[in-house]
């Protein structure tokens, strides 16, 4: 028996002979020749001293958020996560990402997800939010198809350009079987007014972002009001860390929130993982997708947590299923429900002051450098846009050479920009920092 692998010789043999394959080298003969078993030059074994010392020597090559000043946003950002955060996250108890399929036995995680669920809800001024979803991307998408089930005989989804471009390419992957169109935001260039003249009849959703892809804030309530006339609903993909100082999209009229969670207490890591934040009123909770979970008391009168609602698959007929959503971001969602914790309302505000008034110093200071000039003509929360003297990509690698992390190049995704690049200020960023960033550009001018 292979140390590895419980079969045997004999159940090998009976699993070919069942399929009819005289031995396992035919299952690859759909694979060309010349590439099923390439051979990999390989350096010689190392001890596992020698081996973590090789490692930390690759790592050395990459900038990070350790090494750098980073002023690079656009849907991941560096935020402070306090140590405490990681150290609760890695109880053995809760060190899994996934729902408990004997859900009543895990107390703790059920109180995990209750708090998550009640902490989103005061966040965006919601009235319920299930736990969780992938990222950002894949909540707004959900949130797309929740509100076409939620609306009768519409088939359109109207979707403003300044929402982040990737999450849209993510939204019409979900809805490219449905037969729904997507439309709004073909003009890079549209304003809101434009997206809004596309609302009617047939319209389940109108979906925009706020702050939006360049870090505008929005108005959402005369949105709201004119997506409601039309019958359809208003989805609204918001920071949640901007959340602590400017008015909640359920007060502003939202029917659904979503979010990327991951500026709550979640580090950058190469892309992942994220968490998906949705929210929405009471009136849609039936289509939902994912899972809420419920207090209540027992025989004896202790709190008790459950499983309350789960539309999904799993649960209920396929037909009447709100998603197939299996694995939620269980562990990505105890990191915020800590990192909220922690923080607590005042701290969150004070960390959307600080990313806001930074943000505003270093706009200012380089709106004022010969041959910069900011182009976000919306108030911004801690992202703006900035146009360039030169292409962004040969500043970026300037920047990088200093120590810096530059913007986000918006050339491909908003060409009527020119040379403009995105730049992401937090709480991170100190004014020195900013103004290394400063006196950099004006060299780079």
């Known amino acids: 028996m292979s140390h590895y692998i419980s079969n045997t010789d004999q159940d090998r043999r009976a699993m070919l002979d069942a ?5 396992i080298a035919e299952l690859f003969e759909v694979v060309p020749e010349e590439v099923r078993f390439p051979h990999v030059e390989l350096p010689p074994p190392l001890s596992e001293a020698e081996l973590l010392r090789e490692l930390n020597r690759l790592a050395g090559r990459n900038a990070n958020t350790q090494t750098h000043r980073v002023f690079l946003g656009a849907g991941a950002y560096n935020h402070f996560v306090p140590t405490a955060v990681d150290a609760l996250l890695r109880r053995a108890e809760f060190y ?7 859900p009543e036995i895990s107390q703790g995680t059920l109180q995990a997800i209750f708090e998550y669920q009640t902490l989103i ?7 319920a939010a299930n736990a969780s979803h992938y990222d950002g991307a894949t909540a707004m998408a959900e949130a797309a198809v929740m509100a076409l089930n939620s609306t009768r005989n519409k088939h359109s989804i109207v979707v403003a350009p300044t929402v982040h471009p990737q999450y849209r390419m993510v939204l019409r992957s979900y809805l490219q079987g449905l037969g729904i169109k997507i439309v709004g935001d073909e003009d890079p260039a549209a304003s809101l007014e434009d997206v809004l003249a596309q609302v009617d009849s047939s319209t389940a959703a109108l ?3 706020t702050p939006d892809f360049l870090g505008q804030i929005h108005d959402l309530k005369p949105l709201a009001e004119r997506v409601h ?3 359809g609903l208003l989805i609204a993909q918001v920071d949640p860390v901007a959340l602590g100082l400017f008015q909640t999209p359920g007060a502003a009229g939202a029917d659904i929130v979503t979010a990327e969670g991951q500026s709550l207490g979640i580090p950058l890591g190469f892309g992942g993982p994220y968490l998906g934040i949705f929210a929405c009123k009471e009136q849609y909770i039936r289509r939902m997708p994912g899972r809420l979970a419920g207090a209540t008391t027992d025989l004896d009168g202790q709190v008790g947590y459950v499983l309350t609602l789960q539309t999904r698959e799993q649960h209920i007929r396929r037909e009447k299923a709100t998603s197939n959503i299996c694995t939620n971001q269980g562990l990505m969602m105890l990191a ?14 004070h960390v959307a002051r600080l990313c806001y008034h930074r943000a505003h110093y270093a706009a200012a200071e380089i709106a004022r450098l010969p041959g910069y000039e900011l182009v976000t003509p919306e108030p911004f929360f801690k992202e703006f846009a900035v146009r360039a003297p030169r292409p962004v990509a040969e500043i970026n690698r300037a920047l990088a050479q200093r120590g810096i992390i530059g913007g986000y190049d918006l050339k491909a995704d908003y060409p009527q ?3 403009a690049m995105l730049l992401c200020v937090t709480e991170m960023n100190t004014k020195a920092d900013i103004d290394a960033l400063v006196a950099a550009l004006k060299e780079l001018a």
Do not use: E
């Not at 399929?19 to 031995?23: L, T």
């Open 19 to 23: 399929i009819g394959a005289s031995n």
């Open 121 to 127: 809800c005061a966040l965006t001024g919601m009235d």
């Open 417 to 419: 920009l020119g040379d």
């Open 96 to 102: 899994t990402a996934y729902t408990p399929y004997q």
């Open 336 to 349: 915020s429900t800590i990192h909220m914790c922690l923080l607590g309302k005042h701290g969150l505000r």
């Open 207 to 209: 979906i925009v972002q």
């Open 229 to 231: 006339a039309a019958g």
